[in-house]
């Protein structure tokens, strides 16, 4: 089986004027979606109150609140 393909999703940072978009595949967007409190971000976005980082990848970050 090859690799998976990558698919944009938008950040969800929480930031009203962001408009970035963070390439994950299926597997690692669906990863984060079974995890209550976790958002996935473009990296080095800045995390709002009371977020903090708990993964650290190329294309995207992982955090929680």
């Not at 390439?23 to 984060?32: H, I, Q």
């Amino acid at each position: 089986m090859g690799e998976e393909r990558l698919i944009e999703y938008g950040c969800e940072c929480g930031a009203a004027e962001c408009h970035a978009s963070v390439s994950m595949t299926f597997s690692e967007r669906d990863a984060v979606d079974h995890v209550p409190d976790r958002w996935a971000i473009a990296p080095g976005h800045r995390l709002q109150e009371g977020d903090r980082l708990l993964e650290q990848h190329d294309r995207y970050w992982v955090v929680g609140s």
